[in-house]
């Protein structure tokens, strides 16, 4: 059993920066492949960024030079740094965490355990 609890979400102004935080409880951290999801009213839950165990990233072209993912194990801790925020990425963000993904990073369905969720409001 894995607990993922989000926390660093607010209200921010268009090309602003934020900083999102993850942190895990209960298994291994390290064992993990951990990624960010985000979804907006209406929509499906989206890929924003991954980060496997050995450290290796992926993000998706939304996001891509913007965004940037990190962990720190001893902290059992996912990280996701948001800058020149746009209103587009206005969401609820969600925490996952996977035994083993592949190369699907972007497959909601192969993660095993997810946090609450954090809301980023961005405005124009």
């Known amino acids: 059993q894995v607990q993922l609890v989000e926390s660093g979400g607010r209200l921010v102004q268009a090309g602003g920066s934020l900083r999102l935080s993850c942190v895990a409880s209960?298994?291994?951290?390290?064992?993990?492949?951990m990624g960010w999801f985000r979804q907006a009213p209406g929509t499906e839950r989206e890929f924003v960024a991954g980060i496997r165990w050995t450290g290796t990233t992926n993000y998706a072209d939304s996001v891509r030079g913007r965004f940037t993912i990190s962990r720190d194990n001893a902290k059992n801790t996912v990280y996701l740094q948001m800058n020149s925020l746009k209103p587009e990425d206005t969401a609820v963000y969600y925490c996952?965490?996977?035994?083993?993904?592949?190369?699907?990073?972007?497959?909601?369905?192969?993660?095993?355990?997810w946090g609450q969720g954090t809301q980023v409001t961005v405005s124009s």
């Open positions: 996952g965490a996977s035994r083993g993904y592949g190369s699907s990073w972007h497959e909601v369905s192969l993660y095993d355990y």
């Open positions: 209960g298994r291994t951290f390290s064992d993990y492949s």
